[in-house]
Structure formats: C-alpha cells, structure tokens
C-alpha cells in the first residue's frame, strides 16, 4: 500500500527505488494525472509505452504482463 500524501499535485512523477542495481533492484513509479473517465486501463498503457520510447532513447520492451494489485486491474511492465 502507497499511501499518497494528499500535498502531492496534478501530474506529479514519484520514483521509489531500493537503491540497489540490477536483479536486486526494485522501483516502483507513482504517476498522477487526471484522466478521461472514458480511457481503458489498455488505452492508458499503451500511450505510457509510446511516451516511454518516444522520451528514453534505450527504451526497450522486454514484457508486459496483465495483472492485479488489491484487486483492481493493473500492469506490469519489465523494460531496460
């Protein structure tokens, strides 16, 4: 559980990182951003992607796994 201070504003980027490098490495990144109630978690996922090769020059997609997190719908993506 993430709890999400509520001092945190539209469209803020957050990382949270272990600190440790490669297969020991965990991060998680919290995005917010108001959205169209009418986007599907798949339209959402597939423009991050976009966004992600357009704005990392090494993006690369390794997986992309359907999932749940608390019982709600979610995505994983693995990536270098």
Same mark, same amino acid.
């Given at each position: 559980?993430?709890?999400?201070?509520?001092?945190? $504003? =539209?469209?803020?980027?957050?990382?949270?990182?272990?600190? &440790?490098?490669?297969?020991? *490495?965990?991060? @998680?990144?919290? $995005? =917010?951003?108001?959205?169209?109630?009418?986007?599907?978690? &798949?339209?959402?996922?597939? *423009?991050?992607? @976009?966004?992600?090769? =357009?704005?990392?020059?090494?993006?690369?997609?390794?997986?992309?796994?359907?999932?749940?997190?608390?019982?709600?719908?979610?995505?994983?993506?693995?990536?270098?």
């Amino acid at each position: 559980t993430l709890a999400v201070p509520p001092n945190w $504003r =539209r469209n803020a980027i957050v990382v949270f990182s272990n600190g &440790q490098e490669g297969e020991q *490495g965990a991060s @998680v990144v919290v $995005r =917010r951003e108001t959205l169209d109630p009418r986007i599907t978690l &798949q339209q959402y996922m597939d *423009g991050l992607l @976009v966004e992600l090769a =357009r704005t990392l020059p090494d993006f690369a997609l390794i997986d992309r796994r359907s999932r749940t997190l608390g019982g709600e719908p979610a995505v994983g993506f693995l990536y270098t």
